[in-house]
């Protein structure tokens, strides 16, 4: 981990009628919210919709925040479960997660005009798992996916390759019980979004058992979800509450929860958005730490700030561990925003 930043601010006076009487610190970790994968599927989305008008059609939420999700649907989009659902001349966007390869078929053969809004680091772990099968030939190995069983992400990789080339590893327990049927012909990939611990454990105990096994050449879990744990972890141990902005849905803002209590916090919580918060949980809370999963936006944060500042009197640092000026072009064909 990088060397912590910290910067402090305290907040303006609140309004009349709150117990002011008490300072709260609030400890902001950096960096937090959106990374770029995420802000990249929210402006495929609306350059379709400014090129092409509306409706464009969504296939499963873009990213895993209904905040989002909800402010896409009011400038137009309409978000399905399934492609049957998309009208002949519809455009449709495929989500962050990717999908399993079955979907742009369909949708060819359908033709229907669609934008693959997939993360380009979860491109790179399909890339590796087709790498790594080799299209079932004398070279190809047979795969264990480190993830979690339903997940869109794991979902999508697994459908890059032929029903039974992927094993799912969901946990540590099935690390150890997994029995492919030649331990010497072994590779692993693993989701984007898990938790990187939790990982390397599973990753220790595949290697233990199966020497031969072969990783992925880059690590798989992305750059913005180690960054937003790290960031976690330098400020839960200093935190009486950590809480996560995010939604319940939502892989990484999960194990940023985790996380937090992993490494000190006296309790954190997963909140979707200040209508959610429960203010009696800061009752006997002197020190709050506060962060954002990967698709959730920094506007959740501010109001949730704004409205501690109107109840208490705060004094505000946020830790910076790394800073990120990570971008990815939109896909073809919309290029960059005009």
Avoid at 90 to 118: C, I, M, W
Avoid at 165 to 186: F, H, W
Avoid at 226 to 255: C, F, H, M, W
Avoid at 298 to 320: F, G, W
Wanted: include cysteine; aromatic fraction near 4%.
């Amino acid at each position: 981990m990088s060397d912590t930043l910290t910067t402090s601010r305290s907040s303006a006076p609140a309004a009349e009628g709150n117990d002011k009487s008490k300072t709260l610190r609030v400890l902001l970790a950096g960096p937090r919210g959106f990374c770029a994968g995420v802000d990249r599927a929210i402006r495929v989305v609306e350059e379709a919709l400014r090129r092409y008008g509306a409706p464009v059609y969504v296939r499963h939420e873009i990213v895993h925040n209904r905040t989002v999700v909800e402010n896409l649907e009011e400038q137009g989009a309409i978000f399905v479960e399934e492609l049957d659902e998309v009208p002949e001349d519809g455009h449709v966007v495929f989500s962050a997660h990717g999908v399993p390869k079955s979907v742009p078929a369909e949708a060819q053969r359908r033709n229907l005009l669609y934008l693959d809004a997939t993360c380009p680091l979860v491109s790179k772990v399909h890339r590796e798992a087709e790498r790594h099968f080799a299209g079932g030939g004398p070279d190809s190995r047979h795969i264990l996916m480190i993830g979690h069983a339903g997940h869109p992400e794991v979902v999508g990789t697994m459908g890059q390759l032929p029903v039974g080339a992927v094993t799912l590893v969901n946990d540590a327990e099935e690390a150890r019980r997994v029995e492919p049927a030649d331990p010497s012909r072994l590779a692993f990939i693993t989701q984007t979004t898990l938790s990187v611990d939790d990982t390397s454990e599973i990753v220790e105990i595949l290697r233990e058992r199966f020497p031969d096994i072969e990783g992925p050449k880059r690590e798989d879990i992305c750059y913005a979800t180690t960054n937003r744990q790290e960031a976690v972890k330098a400020i839960a141990p200093e935190s009486d509450l950590v809480i996560v902005i995010g939604s319940p849905n939502s892989s990484n803002s999960q194990r940023l929860r985790e996380v937090a209590e992993r490494s000190g916090a006296k309790r954190a919580l997963l909140v979707p958005k200040l209508a959610a918060l429960d203010w009696s949980v800061l009752e006997n809370v002197n020190t709050v730490g506060i962060t954002a999963g990967a698709s959730a936006p920094e506007a959740l944060v501010q109001e949730i700030v704004e409205a501690m500042s109107e109840r208490y009197t705060l004094n505000i640092e946020e830790r910076i561990v790394k800073k990120e000026n990570v971008a990815f072009r939109l896909p073809s064909p919309l290029g960059d925003p005009i």
